[in-house]
Nanobody
Framework: QVQLQESGPGLVAPSQTLSLTCTVS??????????WTWIRQAPGKGLEWIGF???????YYSPTLKRRTSISRDTSKNQFTLQLNSVTPEDTAVYFC???????????????WGQGTQVTVSS
């Protein structure tokens, strides 16, 4: 019943901002206790956690990406967004949005995923 769909440009120039939107249907992004998460996978590498927007409106980020990352939400559209500033070719990856459950916080498991969207950083 819950569906997540990533959208945004597939090509971003170096030094610019990567901006993606996750549109959620079947559940409100304000529902307790869920954490709306961005994850990426670069070519030949494993999954990397970027950060999440909690049901409460609080956002948390990976320490390695915190300086460049912002996650926000639009509750009227049931969407949450990712902005990653000052991108380089190392940011090229498939980007996923996903839902993490947990009354006491997320545990690293995800019950619903979007299909993922390829983002290439290149001039």
């Amino acid at each position: 019943q819950v569906q997540l769909q990533e959208s945004g440009p597939g090509l971003v120039a170096p030094s610019q901002t990567l901006s993606l939107t996750c549109t959620v249907s079947g559940d409100s992004i304000t529902t307790k206790y869920y954490y709306w998460t961005w994850i990426r996978q670069a070519p030949g590498k494993g999954l990397e956690w970027i950060g999440f927007m909690a049901f409460s409106g609080s956002a948390y980020y990976s320490p390695t990406l915190k300086r460049r990352t912002s996650i926000s939400r639009d509750t009227s559209k049931n969407q949450f967004t990712l902005q990653l500033n000052s991108v380089t070719p190392e940011d090229t990856a498939v980007y996923f949005c996903a839902r993490a459950p947990g009354r006491d916080g997320p545990h690293g498991e995800y019950d619903y995923w979007g299909q993922g969207t390829q983002v290439t950083v290149s001039s």
